[in-house]
């Protein structure tokens, strides 16, 4: 793994373009996402943050341009390995909770579970996210904060070396949205995982390692943060 400006390279994209129709949404974007680290998404709704977010993360795939990850050009494999890696290396959290109605929370957890890949411990996990007395209940007995919590578990039990998160915390009221940045940032410290999170909430942004933010489908600044907030300290307008 290569190293540039003393961190870890994990995702590097160059020259990423993407059009809907004749609509331009990302006109060359190019970044690299340093691994074990926490970076925000800014940006105004249209600017191209939530398709950079799916094509950093293989849920689209780029016009062109390239996405690299160890080494590997991951924007050109075929769909079946792009289906393999997302597997193993990537989560996504997503405003929409998209649990499965019925299923328990502890059923919708073990479905991220890769075969033949040695997952987080479930028991550690669970009572990180503070859901371990919900786990036999179903998502429509569950308050908002609780099934975003849920969501987050599935997508990491797998233990990937990526979170993408969607604007995470948009569904969500004051307290549980800074529950949910706080036990991200655990997921961070605690075992290693890079969170990319696009938001509308300078809060957010504010406690984050690393601050992008786009405007008119380019990336207009890209700032470390010297003096991160704790989720604990975010102030709600």
Known sequence: MTRQNGY??????ENITKSYGKESVLNGVSLTVYSGTFTAILGPSGSGKSTLLNILSGLTRPASGK???GGETV???SETRLADWKR????NVFQNYMLLGNLTVKENIKIGIVPGKVPMDFDLLTRI??????????????SGGQQQRAAIARAVIKAPRMLFCDEATGALDETNSKK???LLHVLKSDFGVT??????NQQIARTADRVLTMKNGLLASDTMNENPIS???MIWG
């Open 8 to 13: 870890s390279i994990l995702l590097k994209a």
């Open 67 to 69: 996405v690299y990850c």
């Open 75 to 77: 924007s050109d494999y």
């Open 88 to 91: 193993s290396e990537v989560g």
């Open 129 to 142: 996210l503070e859901i371990e007395d919900i786990l036999d209940k179903f998502p429509a007995q569950l």
């Open 180 to 182: 949910v940045v706080e």
């Open 195 to 200: 969170v990319l999170f696009v938001t509308h």
């Open 231 to 233: 989720a604990a300290d």
